[in-house]
């Protein structure tokens, strides 16, 4: 059993940064690989990032590539995502996901565990 808490939400204005967080327990995120999903009322759940569970292979949607990176903390039940340059349409609940094994896939229902989401709102 994985619970995942996401946090670090918020109102920012376009061209912001904030950081994510999902934290993980009842198992090590070395043994998890993590996505990170977003959802607007009335829009399918759109695939955000990805990252192995080893650290070491990460890969983003095309909206976001080059501006947002997944990573794991020292902490190793820790995963963020750290997201630069944001614009209006970044506004979305964002989700982490986690599933048992080396690397998850870009669809949402390839994960196991979720979290409860957190709300990301860009001004513009």
């Known amino acids: 059993q994985v619970h995942l808490v996401e946090s670090g939400g918020g109102l920012v204005q376009t061209g912001d940064s904030l950081r994510l967080s999902c934290e993980a327990s009842?198992?090590?995120?070395?043994?998890?690989?993590t996505g990170w999903f977003r959802q607007v009322p009335g829009k399918e759940r759109e695939f955000v990032a990805r990252?192995?569970?080893?650290?070491?292979?990460?890969s983003y949607g095309d909206s976001v590539q080059g501006r947002f990176t997944i990573s794991r903390g020292a902490a190793e039940n820790t995963v963020y995502l750290q997201m630069n340059n944001l614009k209006p349409e970044d506004t979305a609940v964002y989700y982490c996901?986690?599933?048992?094994?080396?690397?998850?896939?870009?669809?949402?229902?390839?994960?196991?565990?979720w979290g409860q989401g957190t709300q990301v709102t860009v001004g513009s």
């Open positions: 996901a986690a599933v048992v094994g080396v690397i998850g896939g870009t669809v949402w229902n390839s994960y196991d565990f």
């Open positions: 990252i192995s569970a080893g650290g070491q292979i990460d």
């Open positions: 009842g198992r090590t995120v070395g043994s998890l690989s």
